[in-house]
């Protein structure tokens, strides 16, 4: 088998009843790529059968890996912790959900790969995107993104979208510096965080407009966001030392 020369990771919580169908349609994608690709599947403590169904998928393609943790859920703390076993320098994520039309798939890539960009995101929120999203929860984020780029001076127009990609010394590079959140009170801040530490250190970014439907398990609480306002205003001293 040749070396993959794109790493794709896409994070699972108790994904059972999507899992076999997305993933095919994620392969249909990456097939069409003019790169060789490995894919990892990240298991964030799932408690229902999606262990049992990605045993079953890794069997049939070596070019699938399943990492489980059992200390999740952890949004996105596993995820990152995960990137190291990368065996490329590109590294790609996207959701379970496939809520990012896969059709921008090359262009992410390309941007770092061909043009050389240390991070390409998608955007759902620059011009040429198209989003489908309930009223409510559009207005949440985007007073959210409005928020970051005001209190911490932040020039990024979508933090949120998990379509993303990096080079691998690069986002290795932000992690460390970011570290492993054991007390899960970053939770879903972590993309922001990286992105505020990456234009901090220079890192040259790039956005690119997508197509982006909100997916069926897309929730938004209160609870969890409330218990994330006291790390996100103590990021903002850490992120001046960094």
Known sequence: MKKPQISVFV?????????????????????????????????DGSIDMSTEVMRDIVKRDK???HIYYKDGK?????????????????IVMLDMDLSSNLKYLRRLI??????N????IGSRYIKGSKIKRGF??????????????????????????????????????LIREAGYDKTKKRSVFWDAEILMRAEKKHYSIKEIPIEWTEGAKSELHFSREVKMLPYMLRFKKALRKA
Not at 140 to 169: H, L, M, Q, W
């Open 11 to 43: 994070p699972i919580y108790n994904e059972e009843k999507i899992l076999e169908f997305h993933i095919r349609i994620l392969k249909k994608y990456l097939n069409l790529l003019p790169y060789t690709w490995e894919l990892f599947i990240v298991n």
């Open 63 to 65: 070019r699938i890996k």
């Open 74 to 90: 952890t949004r996105r703390e596993n995820l990152a912790a995960s990137f190291k076993y990368a065996n490329s320098n590109i």
């Open 110 to 115: 390309d941007e770092v790969k061909v043009n």
């Open 117 to 120: 960009y240390d991070i390409v």
């Open 136 to 173: 409510f929860r559009l207005l949440v984020s985007r007073a959210f993104i409005t928020g970051c780029n005001i209190y911490y001076g932040s020039n990024i127009s979508d933090y949120e979208c998990g379509f993303k990609a990096f080079k691998k010394p690069v986002i290795l590079d």
